[in-house]
């Protein structure tokens, strides 16, 4: 599993997952918020995956320089960070254009029946 994961499971979970992904909740939040494009996403997981690589050599002892745990621990981060940024806008859409579009599950949302402000 350590080769798979590029580093023991206790630090993916505990360090990628909660602490970074937690990072990367806030993240999609606030990229959403500012109505960047989905090219922040990436740049900033980037980012949050050199400091979880860091981090985990610093307090855990992995690899510094392990190019799949790098990877494998950076999608991870992305996902997160992804899903809550996609989230984020179907929200922010739906409620700042409330006569033009209504929900459609949690990522998506669509035109409300009738076509907004032709009524």
């Given at each position: 599993m ?6 023991s499971l206790?630090?993916?979970?505990f360090?990628?997952i909660?602490?970074f ?11 959403a918020?500012?109505?960047?494009p989905?090219?922040?996403v990436w740049a ?13 050599w610093?307090?855990?002892?992995e690899?510094?320089?392990a ?26 859409m ?6 033009i ?15 907004g402000?032709?009524?």
């Amino acid at each position: 599993m350590d080769a798979v994961l590029g580093s023991s499971l206790s630090v993916f979970v505990f360090l990628t997952i909660l602490v970074f992904g937690g990072f990367g909740v806030l993240t999609g939040q606030t990229l959403a918020e500012g109505w960047k494009p989905i090219s922040a996403v990436w740049a900033y997981s980037l980012l949050l995956g050199v400091g979880d690589r860091f981090l985990a050599w610093g307090l855990a002892g992995e690899t510094l320089l392990a190019p799949w745990g790098f990877i494998v621990h950076t999608a991870a981060i992305a996902a997160i960070t992804a899903t809550t940024y996609r989230m984020a806008i179907a929200r922010k859409m739906v409620n700042q254009y409330p006569w033009i579009y209504e929900r459609f599950g949690p990522f998506h949302w669509r035109e409300r029946a009738g076509g907004g402000l032709a009524e």
